[in-house]
């Protein structure tokens, strides 16, 4: 089927639509209504998923073996190893520094942390009717509670403080790891002892023997919040921070987002009634204005309610695709208006309901369904199920948003019309006098009851002709040295751009959705400022059956383990946790050899029972039971772990680089071998983005292409959208890296919204300039921009004013989410008004001169009836326009 047919069936099709709904005005406002009242009833059954498991991506390190891992290295809660948990299970923490910023290593402030521990070792929680303690929930070591060992300097911390003792860093001679986990900023002198350290943290462990009992902790937790946020002290200052405190922060996220959707829909409310009400006050539409964002509120509701009933899931970044909505979905209705207003006055209300919608249906119908298609295609390929979950909702909407804005908004236009038809005054509904004998009346009623006879039957073109600096503004483009200096424009935008790709970064942090003013942002900042030293332990297993009495793969596990510790990443073999290294150093300790002589410890039967029997039974060497999985026989080694620590370490992209750097490393081992550790999925995170982007942008980029290519009418209007997709997306990714903002999970879900955003104001222009009567390039530019300037001024602001309120940097992802949608909404506008018609103005007398008997545009010239898209059915000349 040819573009003209398609475009005169769908026309035809909305035509009869427009006619219809005027008639049956009723329906087509209480249908939606009823819709909206039916599906809301499912946000009720609101519940959103506050675990980690969406922001894991598929085929990740955690996601693939950390149930396999957990099996066969389970965690022990009555002899308790924190650096050997698979997962973050229940704990508490406080760092705990100075009030005036010095070092804590200070008498006093030892006293107030010797305190601290003390309560919170205190408090307890009714459960039940039953009183639980923190000894009773706390994971156990030895018979006893985890301690921080730490505190335990307090009682010579005298003799650090007059320079008589000096502890060193990171490890004292026993080679406890303690100070390295429990110390931060610490400055030391040549010979490794502590001068001063800014920082210390305490963790308090609490088990998960089983449901019930996690329940429990948790009240455990929230108490701890509680009590420590109240808690004052007078020469310390207490940051704190447990494992429920990413379901508080998410929630926190939540109610941040609602606080913000009131005053982001005021603006636009104020915005719309401002826009709507003119040219006076019979031919104004104020109320549509606010019955739209009525509409947009109604498909957000519709569109949750409908996917929360089939059970669908929620993470807390949907909190952002009412805003999104917002400012896609009230665009629509500035197309409507502006095909009703250039309609014929003096026909019927549904002959020109009929009209407009025919004229601008297809319009709605393109622009909807391409950000459609972006959200549904992101849905699709993406590895990230938060970012599929956020793609599905604002699919969904947008679908509420399509059918409200063709029924619900044509319906209520429809009322609005009657009222223009019978000469009420827009806003109250009264009736209207001339006011040529507006002298005689009073100053209310001249401004409420009178109104001009003054015909507006030609609105677009008398609105933009009384303003002297837009007809300049016109008349300035159609100038070769003006088009000269919007080429140059383009270029050196191009060229900006093309820099800022190169400033292209990934965000390698763990502060997702932190909220700028809560105590999670002050743990992090805390933690973040103090503690880059020696921060993980890192977990490698070998996931194979080896023979590990081979004196041959003892060397290969001993070359990989020095490789290891060899790494950038890793404190060489500061801390490393080598079971096999330390068996051999045991069976070969002099002490030991002679009792040994009667085993075959190259046998592996041999070594397996000394290992089982001897070796693991002596206290020292007791943890290393648990990084050893046998078969059931006990007669092979299955699966074993190597501990690592990571080392200094300050930026968080450099870790993220080491990290991927020991993966590619660990890789080349000929053993199957795992880099594990249970937060490390942030990173998992990263190394999908890169990929995500180009196949998420890849993909919409096309179907949103195809999808304009169906209905545009030629090879340069199809190139010329093509160009602008890329165009916009390039300069959304490139500017915005000099911003300051990074990729991240907020950044690509928003980018989606971007592509799909971006060919709607080109596809607007582009059908206006190939549907002009008009034989002049330089003519039809302006009658391109005349008819289409004003409204995608309109949508793109109102799309900024939606986000503005983020302004006030809530989070960090809401201020990401505020800046690419201002860049995007921007960058889209100054393409649709000024590059889009340049660059079609200047190929079009490319064209001209390359094929004198073809012309670019949508219909020929002997058509009765110039039709169009969207803003392209006005069929001016420009004489008229200037």
């Not at 896609?328 to 009703?340: E, K, P, R, V, Y």
């Not at 900024?800 to 201020?815: A, D, G």
């Amino acid at each position: 089927m040819s573009y003209v047919n398609v475009y005169r069936f769908l026309s035809s099709k909305f035509n009869i639509l427009g006619r219809k709904i005027s008639r049956e005005v009723t329906w087509f406002i209480t249908v939606p209504l009823m819709t909206t009242v039916f599906l809301a009833t499912g946000i009720q059954r609101l519940n959103f998923d506050f675990t980690d498991d969406l922001y894991i991506p598929r085929g990740s390190v955690i996601n693939r073996y950390q149930l396999q891992l957990e099996k066969i290295f389970p965690a022990n809660y009555s002899d308790f190893e924190p650096s050997r948990l698979l997962q973050v299970g229940n704990y508490a923490s406080v760092i705990v520094l100075a009030a005036d910023g010095r070092s804590i290593f200070r008498q006093n402030i030892f006293n107030e942390i010797v305190q601290l521990d003390a309560k919170i070792r205190n408090i307890s929680v009714y459960v039940d009717e039953e009183l639980w303690h923190y000894r009773d929930l706390c994971s156990t070591e030895s018979g006893e509670c985890f301690e921080n060992k730490i505190t335990s300097i307090g009682d010579r911390i005298k003799l650090v403080e007059n320079g008589t003792l000096y502890p060193k860093y990171p490890s004292e001679r026993n080679k406890t790891i303690e100070n390295a986990l429990s110390l931060g900023g610490v400055n030391v002198d040549r010979n490794s002892n502590i001068v001063s350290a800014k920082a210390l943290r305490l963790i308090y462990f609490l088990s998960k023997k089983n449901k019930r009992h996690a329940l429990i902790a948790k009240a455990w937790e929230e108490k701890f919040i509680k009590t420590i946020g109240e808690t004052k002290f007078k020469n310390i200052k207490v940051e704190r921070d447990a494992s429920i405190s990413k379901e508080q922060l998410k929630k926190e996220n939540i109610f941040v987002g609602f606080k913000h959707i009131s005053p982001a829909s005021i603006l636009i409310c104020i915005f719309t009634i401002a826009t709507c009400s003119f040219p006076d006050l019979r031919k104004s539409k104020p109320w549509t204005g606010i019955l739209s964002l009525i509409a947009t509120v109604m498909s957000v509701v519709s569109g949750f309610g409908a996917l929360i009933y089939i059970g669908t899931a929620m993470s807390t970044i949907t909190i952002i695709v009412p805003f999104l909505i917002l400012g896609i979905g009230i665009d629509d209705t500035f197309i409507l208006l502006s095909a009703w207003r250039k309609t014929d006055t003096s026909k019927s209300v549904e002959w020109r309901m009929g009209e407009a919608l025919s004229e601008c249906g297809v319009s709605v119908t393109i622009t909807s369904f391409t950000n459609i298609a972006s959200f549904v295609v992101g849905a699709l390929i993406t590895s990230l199920p938060v970012h599929g979950v956020f793609c599905i909702y604002m699919a969904t909407c947008l679908v509420f948003d399509y059918v409200y804005q063709i029924t619900f908004i044509v319906a209520v236009m429809a009322l609005w019309g009657r009222a223009e038809e019978k000469n009420l005054n827009s806003f109250i509904f009264t009736p209207l006098d001339s006011n040529s004998d507006s002298e005689k009346k009073t100053c209310t009623r001249k401004y409420l009851c009178c109104v001009g006879k003054k015909d507006f039957s030609n609105l677009s073109a008398s609105l933009i002709s009384c303003n002297k600096y837009w007809k300049l503004l016109l008349q300035s483009m159609t100038n070769y040295k003006v088009l000269s200096v919007i080429i140059f424009s383009y270029l050196v935008y191009l060229s900006i751009a093309a820099w800022g790709f190169t400033q292209l970064s990934f965000r390698a942090t763990f502060n997702m959705g932190l909220l700028y003013n809560s105590y999670q942002y002050s743990y992090f900042k805390a933690y973040q400022d103090n503690f880059y030293q020696y921060q993980y332990r890192l977990q490698i297993f070998i996931m194979q059956e080896l023979d590990y009495a081979d004196p041959e793969i003892q060397t290969k596990i001993e070359n990989i383990t020095r490789s290891i510790e060899s790494d950038p990443l890793i404190s060489g073999s500061l801390f490393t946790e080598s079971w096999l290294r330390t068996y051999l150093e045991f069976i070969n300790h002099r002490n030991v050899v002679p009792v040994l002589r009667s085993f075959n410890l190259t046998d592996s039967k041999d070594f397996l029972l000394i290992l089982r029997k001897f070796f693991f039974s002596r206290p020292a060497a007791r943890r290393f039971g648990k990084d050893v999985v046998f078969d059931r026989n006990y007669t092979k080694i299955v699966a074993s772990r190597f501990l690592f620590q990571t080392n200094i370490t300050r930026n968080g992209n450099q870790f993220y680089d080491r990290v991927k750097n020991l993966r590619k490393t660990l890789e080349k081992s000929e053993y199957r071998t795992i880099l594990y550790h249970p937060l490390f999925y942030y990173f998992d995170i990263l190394d999908v983005i890169p990929v995500t982007v180009v196949q998420t942008l890849t993909s919409i980029s096309v179907v949103v292409f195809v999808t304009s290519a169906i209905f545009l009418s030629d090879v340069l209007s199809i190139l010329c959208v093509l160009s602008t997709i890329l165009s916009v997306m390039f300069g959304v990714i490139g500017y915005m890296s000099l911003w300051d903002v990074s990729f991240g999970i907020m950044s690509i879900s928003i980018l989606v919204m971007v592509c799909g955003f971006s060919v709607d104001y080109a596809a607007h222009v582009v059908c206006a300039y190939g549907s002009s009567k008009e034989t002049d390039p330089k003519k039809r530019l302006i009658t391109a921009v005349s008819l289409t300037g004003m409204p995608i001024l309109q949508s793109s602001i109102t799309t900024i004013l939606v986000v503005i309120v983020f302004v006030t940097r809530p989070s960090l992802e809401f201020f990401v989410c505020m800046k690419i949608i201002v860049l995007a909404s921007l960058i889209s506008a100054i393409h649709g008004i000024v590059f889009v018609p340049t660059i079609m103005c200047l190929l079009n007398c490319i064209w001209d001169h390359l094929f004198p008997n073809k012309r670019i545009g949508i219909y020929n010239l002997n058509m009765e009836k110039s039709s169009n898209i969207g803003f392209c059915n006005a069929t001016f000349k420009s004489s008229e326009i200037i």
